[in-house]
């Protein structure tokens, strides 16, 4: 029997759990010599639009020790993402602190005060709920506005105005990174204004992106056809052709009405041009030209490299005074009705006559197939076309020129012996 209640012992012993101290856990917070006195949430409606968009959160706290420095630290949690306000508390006794988070997406955030030492231990952490709230600041925007007309040409006015927001990002240092694409020039994030009326002609698609760090995106496009400008248009006045050498001659060169040439290229081209130098001129001073025709030809060159080219004849007569070998190389003028005759010259005319007729006679007789008359033109003795009592002028290249009383002038083409006009 007692052998039967040793065993029966010994079985129940081993079924008995061990005796271990527990040790009650320790409050950082407490330890700290800290209570909380009150705790208080308020839902804010900051931009008075009937939806609650920020909480502000009140705390008033007790401390045992002589001087308590510590932080809290509101944490927000919204679709994946975390956002934290903190504030720095020193007091001694009892203070109050409160702060206030504002709303960067609509949707349900969830609030969370921690409060810390000031070195960064944490002492307590307080769930405060989740809250439905709408933004309370302005998530990202981009707007590209365009400050010029409709219908642009290369040169007219045209600006681009890049408005951007973002109050999110910046708020709880998430920043993000601005892109521009599709301008011919680089754009750099801290230009407002983008000058795009020196751009070459061509149809630009203008897109900015933006993304912060909090997830959120923005971008807008703008598209902008610049056609090239049309050529310069112009005309050249010539004041005094046909006028003596001597005598007052300009050539002035008349933009069309609208136009500023002032800024433009100017190219002069004068023909012949006897050392005639030519600059960068509105106005050309052709008093002191010789006698002679020339051919004057303006290119004027605008700023995106369009060129337009415009001419015109200038006829310059023999000087009253002049040497006898000048009169031979200048042109002729014809005095009309006040050229000087005398009997003389008819007889010599009459005598002249008889001469050539009795020669074209013989000529006809040896040779029937040959004809004086080539398509119609006369010959004088010195081998040159009539000129049917128009001025003529013979160039430096050999070439016969005649001039007609409205300013057009002729030249002589040997191989089809007819007068062509220039």
């Known amino acids: 029997m007692r052998e039967w209640l040793i065993v029966a012992l010994f079985v129940s012993c081993c079924f008995i759990s ?6 009650e856990e320790t409050d950082p917070f407490v330890e700290a010599g800290l209570s909380l006195v009150a705790l208080r949430n308020d839902s804010l409606d900051t931009d008075q639009d009937g939806m609650m968009d920020a909480i502000r959160v009140v705390v008033v706290l007790n401390s045992t020790a002589t001087w308590t420095d510590l ?18 508390m ?20 969830s609030l969370t005060l921690e409060i810390s030492d000031v070195e960064g231990q944490l002492l307590v952490s307080i769930p405060l709920g989740v809250f439905d709230l709408s933004p309370a600041l302005s998530v990202p925007d981009i707007d590209l506005r365009l400050s010029g007309s409709e219908v642009m040409e290369t040169g007219d006015p045209c600006e681009i105005r890049r408005v951007f927001i973002d109050q999110t990002g910046p708020r709880w240092d998430k920043d993000g990174t601005r892109s521009i694409t599709g301008t011919p020039f680089t754009v750099l994030d801290s230009e407002e204004f983008v000058d795009c009326s020196t751009w070459p002609a061509g149809v630009y698609t203008i897109k900015e992106t933006y993304g912060n760090g909090l997830g959120q ?48 290229t100017k190219s002069w081209t004068i023909t012949p041009s006897d050392s005639i130098t030519i600059g960068n001129y509105s106005n050309l001073d052709c008093s002191t030209w010789s006698s002679g025709v020339y051919k004057v030809l303006l290119t004027v060159t605008n700023h995106e490299g369009i060129k337009a080219t415009s001419g015109s004849m200038l006829v310059r007569l023999p000087p009253a005074t002049m040497s ?10 014809s ?16 005598a002249l006559s008889l001469i050539l007729g009795a020669a074209v006679f013989l000529i006809m007789l040896r040779s029937p197939e040959q004809e004086v008359l080539v398509d119609g033109m006369m010959y004088d003795e010195s081998g040159q076309p009539d000129s049917e009592g128009l001025p003529t002028h013979i160039d430096e290249s050999g ?11 002729d030249w002589w083409d040997r191989a089809s012996f007819s007068w062509k006009r220039w």
């Open 90 to 109: 020193s007091f001694a006794n009892q203070e109050n602190s409160s702060l206030t988070y504002d709303s960067w997406a609509e949707g349900e955030h």
């Open 324 to 333: 006898a070998e000048e009169s031979l190389e200048s042109p002729q003028q």
């Open 335 to 350: 005095s009309g009705s006040d050229t000087v005759t005398s009997n003389i010259g008819w007889y010599g005319i009459i």
């Open 399 to 409: 070439v016969l020129w005649r001039k007609h009383d409205d300013g057009e002038v």
């Open 217 to 264: 995106t923005t971008s807008d496009e703008l598209e902008i056809v610049i056609a090239n400008k049309p050529p310069p248009s112009f005309k050249l006045n010539v004041n005094g052709d046909s006028l003596q050498a001597d005598t007052p001659c300009n050539i002035v060169h008349v933009p069309s009405p609208g136009e500023d040439h002032s800024d433009f």
């Open 71 to 88: 932080t809290l630290s509101l944490i927000g949690h919204h679709a994946g993402m975390v956002v934290e306000e903190q504030s720095v």
């Open 18 to 23: 061990p005796v271990t101290a527990i040790e």
